[in-house]
């Protein structure tokens, strides 16, 4: 059973960085797309980023230009540098590997964003 480590979240002020890593227990095999989500309390998870190749990179809107995500498909992790954080970016965010025989989901880390 694959089991994938999110780390790197905390509290962090407005305008401030936190850089997100994920790691898989194991070795996946036929990885299709890696991404980043968020779930803010009362709110439905969202899609953050998600990765494909260095050519091939999905944001959504409320995060471009601030977040940059990355991955070491060697190491079968993804990264998600975050900056000029806004407390709206206050959740728990999770990392999710895609396969062509299924998926994968982190257990979440806490991102909260506060003065």
């Known amino acids: 059973q694959v089991q994938l480590v999110e780390s790197g979240g905390g509290l962090v002020q407005p305008g401030g960085s936190l850089r997100l890593s994920c790691a898989a227990s194991?070795?996946?095999?036929?990885?299709?797309?890696m991404g980043w989500y968020r779930q803010a309390p009362g709110k439905q998870r969202e899609l953050v980023a998600s990765?494909?190749?260095?050519?091939?990179?999905n944001y959504s809107d409320s995060v471009k230009g601030r977040f940059t995500i990355s991955r070491d498909s060697a190491k079968n992790s993804v990264y998600l540098q975050m900056n000029s954080l806004k407390p709206e970016d206050t959740a728990v965010y999770y990392c999710?590997?895609?396969?062509?025989?299924?998926?994968?989901w982190g257990q979440g880390t806490q991102v909260t964003v506060s003065s």
């Open positions: 990765i494909i190749s260095d050519s091939w990179i």
């Open positions: 999710r590997v895609e396969t062509t025989r299924g998926e994968y």
């Open positions: 194991r070795s996946i095999l036929s990885v299709y797309t």
